[in-house]
């Protein structure tokens, strides 16, 4: 299995920024994809962002303000977020795309989410 920690949510005020903070975990024999969603109350999880090697992918509602980026030998992901406003307020989830053997399939993990509250 793998595990993926998340860290850095917390409140800040419009106009703000944040950096998250995603660690993975267990037995890992590789990765291909690293990403972030956010659910907001009473809405479906969404697309935040995504990389792929080198290759980023982002919500168009993020762009321009949201920065991914990873640490392949580490297994960590980043999420910075600059210019938020009081919509980007959501529980955030870190995800990868990982096989725990060379033979096993690719399975999507996720983790537990951490909460960006952003006051306006």
């Known amino acids: 299995q793998v595990q993926l920690v998340e860290s850095g949510g917390g409140l800040v005020q419009a106009g703000g920024s944040l950096t998250l903070s995603c660690a993975a975990s267990g037995s890992i024999f590789n990765i291909d994809v690293m990403g972030w969603y956010r659910q907001a109350p009473g809405k479906q999880r969404e697309l935040v962002a995504t990389?792929?090697?080198?290759?980023?992918n982002y919500a168009d509602s993020v762009k321009g303000r949201f920065t991914i980026s990873r640490e392949n030998a580490k297994n960590v992901v980043y999420l910075q977020m600059n210019s938020l406003k009081p919509e980007d307020t959501a529980a955030y989830y870190c995800t990868c795309r990982a096989r725990t053997g060379p033979m096993s399939v690719w399975t999507v993990f996720w983790g537990q989410g951490t909460q960006v509250t952003v006051s306006s």
């Open positions: 990389i792929t090697g080198g290759i980023t």
